[in-house]
């Protein structure tokens, strides 16, 4: 008896660099100032849904460690392209919010889908994911 034929997945390719390069007055930089400092209730609501205390503006920063842009990158993925076929990770920008990270691919904001994930300092998915697929 002939055994059904399975067909091997072709490992996904790691990008040259994990970390993207910020955009032009980087519009997840704002966002995570906004949510980690801001007083308006969503973001007051967004810190009490990750159990994030509210932190001085100038403690949020951009991430540039290519170890933590690898693991965000990984739990990034995993959320945005579950069940999807492709080839190549994308490189991220991570947000440091706290304990929390601001995870997005930089695609632009605006011209199409765009997707903002927060993860715990071990890459647990958080509460709040925003962008215009969301």
């Known amino acids: 008896m002939e055994q059904p034929s399975r067909q091997a997945h072709a490992p996904i390719e790691s990008p040259l660099t994990w970390c ?3 955009r032009i ?3 997840l930089l ?7 400092f801001g007083d308006d209730p969503q973001a007051t609501s967004f810190r009490n849904m990750n ?11 951009i991430v540039h460690a290519e170890a933590v842009c690898e693991a965000a990158a990984r739990a990034y993925d995993a959320l945005e392209y579950r069940g999807t076929a492709r080839q190549v990770f ?5 947000v440091r919010v706290g304990r929390m990270y601001l ?15 927060p993860f715990d ?14």
């Open 20 to 22: 993207a390069s910020p």
């Open 25 to 27: 007055e980087e519009p």
């Open 30 to 36: 704002r966002d995570a100032i906004r949510f980690g």
């Open 51 to 61: 159990h994030v205390e509210r932190i001085a503006a100038d403690v949020i920063a």
């Open 90 to 94: 994308r490189p991220v920008l991570v």
């Open 103 to 117: 995870v997005d691919d930089v695609r632009p904001r605006g011209d199409g889908f765009f997707a903002v994930y």
């Open 121 to 134: 300092d071990q890459w647990r998915p958080g509460f709040g994911a925003f962008g215009d697929g969301h």
